[in-house]
């Protein structure tokens, strides 16, 4: 008795590869590498990738933490503005209280992960939409980063963490460099590397993962299996929370200061990024790597226009151009893959 | 199958004894019947009931599930086949009436708690999701791991071997594991849910509507796993409006109708053109066939 469907035969070798989440982010990378390679020999060269790497390295780590909660079906537009929040958190405590850092890090963590907690709590409770919730979130933040950093300087920043106890040591962890083939890279890349394969490892071998992916496709049908949904997105905002506080420790100690209104804005390019790397905004479909290599895109373009000698205001314009490719090459994956055939 | 009424299916069909090696004891005495038999059925429900604010659901309604059996639950939209379901799978507890498994009373808490007991319920829509893979898809919620502690992972390797093997014993013929759920037919994804069902060790395996939406090939095959899976000695809850569907295959026919039960009958006490016409609600459908009869040649109203 056989029962194969004689069009299935479609599935071809070159049609799965097609689907893969990542493809569209690699074509892209490959392409923007390409086009400022020819323009700018600097951008080429090793020193070259190591300063668009940089950038690529901060927004890769939280790229990948979003796309997994967006792969979860959920966003959080408050994870940009929690970067700042926890970088504040850190300066303040080790400057102005006499913390050492590591425990002005351990301080600001809990606060990251208490704000993901209450972003996935009341989204799972309330049924609202996570867009709503965090966006609410993000404004509560953005108010209390300058009202908090106002009343304690009476500036719109804080720094002077160079002196405090333990600086040395979580610089060199968090915001140091390394040489690689005479060459420095900040060690941020490493993280983000760390970053990108832990959550990699997490989507596609772990249970977790499989509960991620069912969460976001269809939430009532992964209740019905008997997946804690609730408990699996809450704990995905507690991650993005973590990536938040992990990022916002690097520029930190990167820069010993830090601006009250950092981090703002950059939600949207988290979540770009994601979307570049194969995200769909309907969750259930993505994939940690396309997110690190859609952040790649992006470093490139930063840095590339520079070299390029152009002038910086076109970024913006090419970052929308990018988004509109990705989401047109999303949505036809999506379309093949819920093709209902009856 | 010529079997009296009364005689188990299985008897006649040679399938899996359902209580061992040892002969079935058939109603030694007719009086207290159900208490004499050797194996109490799967599930029982007696006189149950279900209202929900002013509205009675279902009435009295009673059935049993045997091991190895197929008890076909038959009604027009409206008749309460899905608060039956629900009261079966766990999700509502009925208002009245008892609920049995393995002849002694029970009560879920869940449908969680009633998977666990061996009731896996397989539903039309929240049977899988579409973007992830047959294989993700087959474990999701009970995913079989490696290793432990940080390093617990997913048995990926394991789990596409394990749905590759329990699809072709089976017989369901799908070439690729890792191909989204969506691509498949519906035929195809019921097939499916019914092979992940019989996979984690359902004892009854209820199905609703599994071939309501399907053409005529797609359903044929749902009814053939279906009987893969009887075979296997579960007992099978079939929820269909349809009675060519549900003849073939069923040993035991509940008919419902606006929240009670019609009767219920054994293969041998009825005909599929009763049972087509018991759905239609008999002289309804006589009445229908010949308004529709009369309407067809114009005749001699025409000048």
């Known amino acids: 008795m056989t029962v194969a469907d004689e069009r299935l035969a479609r599935t071809g070798a070159a049609r799965r590869l097609l689907v893969r989440p990542e493809l569209g982010a690699v074509v892209g990378a490959v392409a923007v590498f390409a086009f400022f390679a020819s323009q700018s020999a600097t951008f080429r060269s090793i020193e070259g990738v190591a300063n668009w790497l940089d950038p690529a390295s901060t927004l890769g780590i939280m790229a990948v933490a979003i796309a997994l909660l967006m792969i979860g079906g959920e966003f959080d537009l408050s994870a940009g503005v929690l970067t700042g929040t926890t970088g504040l958190i850190m300066v303040i405590l080790a400057t102005r209280y006499g ?34 919730v965090t966006l609410g979130t993000f404004l509560m933040l953005q108010g209390v980063n300058l009202g908090v950093t106002k009343a304690l300087t009476g500036t719109v920043q804080v720094g002077g963490l160079r002196g405090a106890e333990g600086y040395e040591g979580a610089r060199a962890l968090l915001a140091g460099t390394v040489q690689v083939g005479g060459t420095d890279f900040r060690v941020a890349v490493l993280w983000w590397l760390g970053v990108t394969a832990l959550a990699t490892w997490v989507l596609m071998r772990t249970r977790a993962g499989n509960r991620i992916f069912a969460v976001g496709g269809d939430a009532r049908a992964a209740r019905a299996a008997g997946v804690p949904a609730e408990r699996t997105k809450i704990a995905l905002f507690m991650t993005a929370a973590v990536a938040a506080w992990l990022v916002g420790s690097i520029l930190a100690l990167r820069f010993t200061s830090v601006q009250a209104n950092s981090g703002i804005g950059q939600e949207f390019v988290y979540i770009i990024a994601a979307v570049i790397g194969g995200c769909l905004l309907t969750g259930g479909y993505g994939s940690a790597i396309g997110a690190a290599i859609g952040a790649v895109i992006f470093g490139m373009a930063d840095k590339g226009i520079v070299f390029a000698g152009w002038d910086a205001d076109w970024f913006t314009f090419f970052l929308g151009a990018m988004l509109l490719l990705a989401t047109l090459a999303n949505r036809l994956v999506r379309r093949y893959a819920e093709e209902v055939r009856r | 199958m010529t079997g009296t009424d009364g005689v188990p299916a299985d008897a006649a069909r040679g399938g899996p004894p359902p209580g061992g090696p040892g002969p079935e004891i058939v109603a030694a005495d007719p009086g207290t019947g159900r208490a004499a038999q050797a194996a109490p059925p799967l599930l029982e429900v007696r006189a149950v009931g279900k209202t929900f604010g002013g509205v009675i659901a279902l009435r009295d309604v009673s059935t049993r599930v045997c091991q190895g059996e197929v008890t076909c639950v038959l009604g027009d939209n409206g008749a309460g086949k899905s608060t039956l379901i629900k009261i079966l799978s766990g999700m509502h507890a009925p208002d009245s009436g008892e609920y049995l498994l393995d002849g002694a009373p029970a009560a879920f808490t869940s449908p969680r708690d ?37 390093l617990r992972r997913f048995d990926v390797a394991g789990a596409r071997r394990v749905v590759r093997e329990e699809l072709r014993s089976m017989g369901i013929d799908i070439r690729d594991v890792d191909q989204p759920m969506g691509t498949l037919s519906g035929g195809e994804r019921q097939s499916v849910a019914i092979a992940r069902a019989v996979h984690f060790g359902a004892r009854v395996l209820i199905l609703d509507e599994p071939t309501s939406a399907l053409g005529v090939k797609q359903a044929g095959v749902v009814l053939r796993y279906i009987a893969q899976a009887r075979d296997r000695g579960l007992g099978v809850v079939f929820i269909t409006h349809n009675p060519h569907h549900a003849y073939p295959i069923g040993d035991r026919f509940l008919l419902l109708n606006r929240g009670t039960s019609l009767g219920e009958y054994g293969k041998a006490g009825i005909t599929r053109e009763e049972l087509t016409s018991l759905m239609a609600g008999g002289t309804e459908l006589e009445r229908l066939a010949h308004e529709l009869d009369r309407g067809e040649p114009p005749g001699p109203a025409y000048p």
């Open chain 2, 114 to 150: 009633a998977m666990d007991q061996g009731i896996a319920t397989v539903y039309q829509d929240l049977a899988m999701i579409p973007l992830m893979s047959v294989w993700r898809n087959f474990f999701l919620g009970s995913e079989p791991v490696l290793g432990r502690g940080p």
């Open chain 1, 99 to 132: 913390l050492s850092v590591w425990t002005a890090m351990l301080v600001s963590l809990a606060a990251a992960l208490l704000v993901g907690f209450l972003n996935g709590l009341i989204v799972v409770r309330t049924g609202l939409p996570s867009f709503i």
